[in-house]
């Protein structure tokens, strides 16, 4: 239970300790635990929303107040990822300046423009959402987010040069792993839309665009880092969600 532990340490607020020792292969265990720790902050988000319309507010206001949940559960690290990764990507130069912007800590245009539109499409998809009363396909968006990060550190995959989060995680899951969360995400997600092929639909075309991403990325930056990790959560999560707002 050391890699739960870690996993929920690491990827959100909850006060849990984690192992005093972190090696590859704790760390490895923290990442194929990701998707559970998904399905709690997904719940957590559907609590809020669903606690905010039973109050009399608008679908949109809650999706709004969602997606907030979601990145102070998180401590907002999945949305500065997503930005230095875009800043990155957007530069000029050698895989050694991207990373060094990457670095940086402010948000450039590229992080900016990726922020604005991964939230707007978060809020307006989790509204439709909520205005369905399909929470369950929320939950599953966010889980299938977290997905995508055990994908992204599949074996075969190396961390880049400098990379702190990224030195631990990198490589570290059996491709077996990732197919089956992966299998799991789309057998699931059948049972949470109006249409029983909207919901895979929903999850494979989120997987595949956060495979493209981190796989580009990886080719860009010589390598995985946690950033990457995290625009991985954020890009799987807003087109799960999107997708699945879909009406039929």
Known sequence: MKGLALSLSWLTVVPVRGPERVDRGVAGGAIAWAPVVGVLLGAGAVAVMWGLVVAGASPLLA???????????????????????????????????????????????????ALVFVIGIQAFAFAALVDAQRWPAVVVAVAVGRVAVVLACRSGIDAAPGAGFGALVA???????????????????????????????AVGAALATAIVLV??????????????????????????????????
């Open 63 to 113: 999706g709004l107040v969602g997606v907030a949940a979601l990145a102070l559960g998180t401590r907002g690290m999945h949305i500065d990822g997503l930005a230095d990764t875009m800043d990155g990507l957007g530069s000029y130069g050698p895989p050694e300046r991207a990373r060094e912007i990457m670095k940086s800590g402010g948000a450039g245009p590229f992080g900016v423009a």
């Open 215 to 248: 796989r580009h990325a990886v080719r860009r930056f010589g390598g995985l880092n946690g950033d990457v990790l995290g625009a991985a959560v954020e890009v799987a999560t807003t087109v799960a969600v999107a997708v699945s707002s879909f009406a039929v």
């Open 171 to 201: 490589g570290t899951q059996r491709r077996a792993i990732g197919f089956a969360w992966a299998a799991a995400a789309l057998v699931i997600a059948g049972f949470v839309t109006d249409a029983w092929w909207l919901g895979p639909i």
